[in-house]
């Protein structure tokens, strides 16, 4: 029985009896063989189905089997191809494997040695062929070596990313500030087929409108006061690489009519200019506003936000991924522990560790600011670190204030004995600031003021360190 898994072959040769003699031979072997009766019909096969090997004949009507050996091999394929041919001469032997061809056969062949080489190129492209892949599935494991999350939600975005990475298709990314929208575009970028080529970010909302567009189609020569000369646009500098366009709802209408053409056709005109330019741009977006809201007050196009939403990356803001909050900690106590050049063991990676308490109140926070929240407080904190043991007061006052850090206090209303220098400060401050209030008759904007401090910091302490104000009837 002929089968796929010892081999499938194409015998392309326009003599009838050549491909009934070969036919009978290897699919006697176990073979599954396919014929094809010239030079198009061959290519054709190849284009619609696999094949292990090609046995190729020189001497076609239509196309000479040269002729058909560069064709494949430009498609770039790794099939292996024996030429045979009655027409056997040393030089057209050279030729052909200089072509590409991976052995050559003489009519009348040698059945036996045939077989055994078409059994050994096949052996030996498989285990080729393996290796490709075992190579890929290892550099799809580890292509993500600064994207840090083992939660679910991360993971299946990472799987997302691997598998829409090596496609053209255009992306939008979506998600709360600092949730990593441009890393996740970079990655994009560094797992295609585009990653030697540039990677051109776009900030679409700090530009005006005119300037943008010049910025993106760039403009000849007079195309508007002050072009003194022309220049390319990012789109053309990008040519075969990848643009990301960052917060992609703040791109006026205007200039989303001309993106929306460049999407759909692939070439723009530059300003001023009659001519088109055509190019090869994979297009990513991200947005941490509702398109679809914009879309609905008409100020994004539908049709522009169909184009960039084929495929939508939802990234889940941090506090919904708290499982990977201690995972970042210690990323980024490594990452800034190295740039600081401080708290670094002999294995290179940071020896920095929080107390409890910071822990508690790291995996407490609802990081509005998500992940770039988080590395801020990082960095901050190996900047003030003293000793490995990391205190909860080196957090920013955001975090403590918003997380409510409790000061503890026994059944008189007093200080635990075992109070720590946080709660001790703590309850300092309180008392300070409760003394001012009153002074100030719960003004707080007085308060501020005698304090020396911000109003907006003597909110947030009031806040953090839950002072109560007194209802206006309250007040003296
Ligand atoms: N999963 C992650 N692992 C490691 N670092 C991350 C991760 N997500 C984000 N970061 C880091 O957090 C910071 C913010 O990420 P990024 O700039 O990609 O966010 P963004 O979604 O584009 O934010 P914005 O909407 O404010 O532009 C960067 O320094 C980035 O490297
Ligand atoms: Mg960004």
């Not at 619609?48 to 394929?77: A, H, I, K, Q």
């Not at 600064?146 to 990314?173: C, E, P, Y």
């Not at 590395?375 to 003030?384: D, F, M, P, Q």
Request: charged share 30%.
């Amino acid at each position: 029985m002929p089968s796929d898994k010892k081999g499938r072959i194409l015998v392309v040769d326009d003599e009838a009896d050549i491909r009934e003699s070969l036919d009978l031979l290897l699919t006697s072997e176990g073979y599954a063989v396919d014929g094809a009766e010239n030079a198009t019909e061959g290519l054709d096969r190849l284009e619609s189905s696999l094949y292990d090997v090609v046995l190729l004949d020189l001497m076609m009507p239509d196309r000479s089997g040269m002729e058909v050996l560069d064709e494949v091999r430009r498609r770039d394929r790794q099939i292996p191809i024996f030429m045979i041919t009655a027409y056997g001469s040393v030089e057209s032997a050279v030729r052909a494997l200089k072509l590409g061809a991976n052995d050559y056969f003489t009519k009348p062949w040698d059945n036996q040695k045939l077989l055994i080489e078409i059994e050994r190129i096949i052996a030996k492209s498989r285990l080729e062929q393996e290796n490709i892949h075992l190579k890929k599935a290892l550099k799809q494991r580890y292509s993500f070596p600064n994207i840090i999350g083992k939660s679910d939600r991360m993971q299946t975005i990472l799987d997302l990313v691997a598998r829409v990475a090596q496609t053209r298709s255009t992306i939008l990314i979506t998600g709360e500030t600092g949730t990593g929208k441009e890393l996740i575009a970079k990655a994009i970028h560094a797992n295609s087929t585009r990653a030697e080529q540039v990677f051109i970010p776009v900030n679409s909302g700090g530009l005006a409108p005119d300037l943008l567009e010049s910025t993106l189609f760039g403009h000849v020569k007079g195309a508007f006061t002050g072009a003194i000369a022309s220049r390319k646009g990012y789109f053309e500098i990008a040519d075969r690489g990848t643009i990301f366009f960052d917060e992609v709802g703040n791109i006026g209408l205007e200039t989303q009519a001309k993106l929306l053409r460049v999407i759909q056709e692939r070439e723009f005109m530059p300003l001023g200019s009659g001519e088109t330019v055509r190019v090869d741009v994979r297009i990513l977006a991200a947005t941490n506003s509702d398109l679809r809201r914009l879309v609905e007050e008409g100020k994004f196009r539908e049709d522009l936000y169909y184009r960039l939403n084929v495929i939508n990356l939802i990234l889940p803001p941090l506090r919904e991924r708290k499982e990977d909050i201690p995972l970042l900690v210690d990323y980024f106590f490594d990452k800034f522990c190295k740039e600081n050049g401080k708290f670094l063991g002999s294995d290179g990676r940071s020896i920095l560790k929080f107390e409890s308490e910071a822990m508690h109140v790291l995996m407490d926070h609802s990081w509005p600011g998500n992940v770039r929240e988080l590395e801020n407080a990082i960095e901050r904190a190996v900047v003030l670190a003293e000793a490995p043991n990391v205190p909860v007061d080196v957090l920013p006052d955001q975090v403590l204030h918003a997380s409510g850090i409790r000061i503890r206090r026994d059944a008189s209303g007093y200080l635990p004995a075992d109070a720590s220098l946080f709660e001790i400060v703590a309850d300092f401050e309180r008392r300070k600031i409760v003394e001012q209030l009153e002074a100030s008759n719960w003004s707080q904007t007085e308060a501020a003021e005698a304090l020396r401090i911000p109003l907006s910091t003597l909110n947030q302490k009031i806040k953090r360190l839950e002072i109560a104000i007194p209802k206006k009837s309250d007040k003296r």
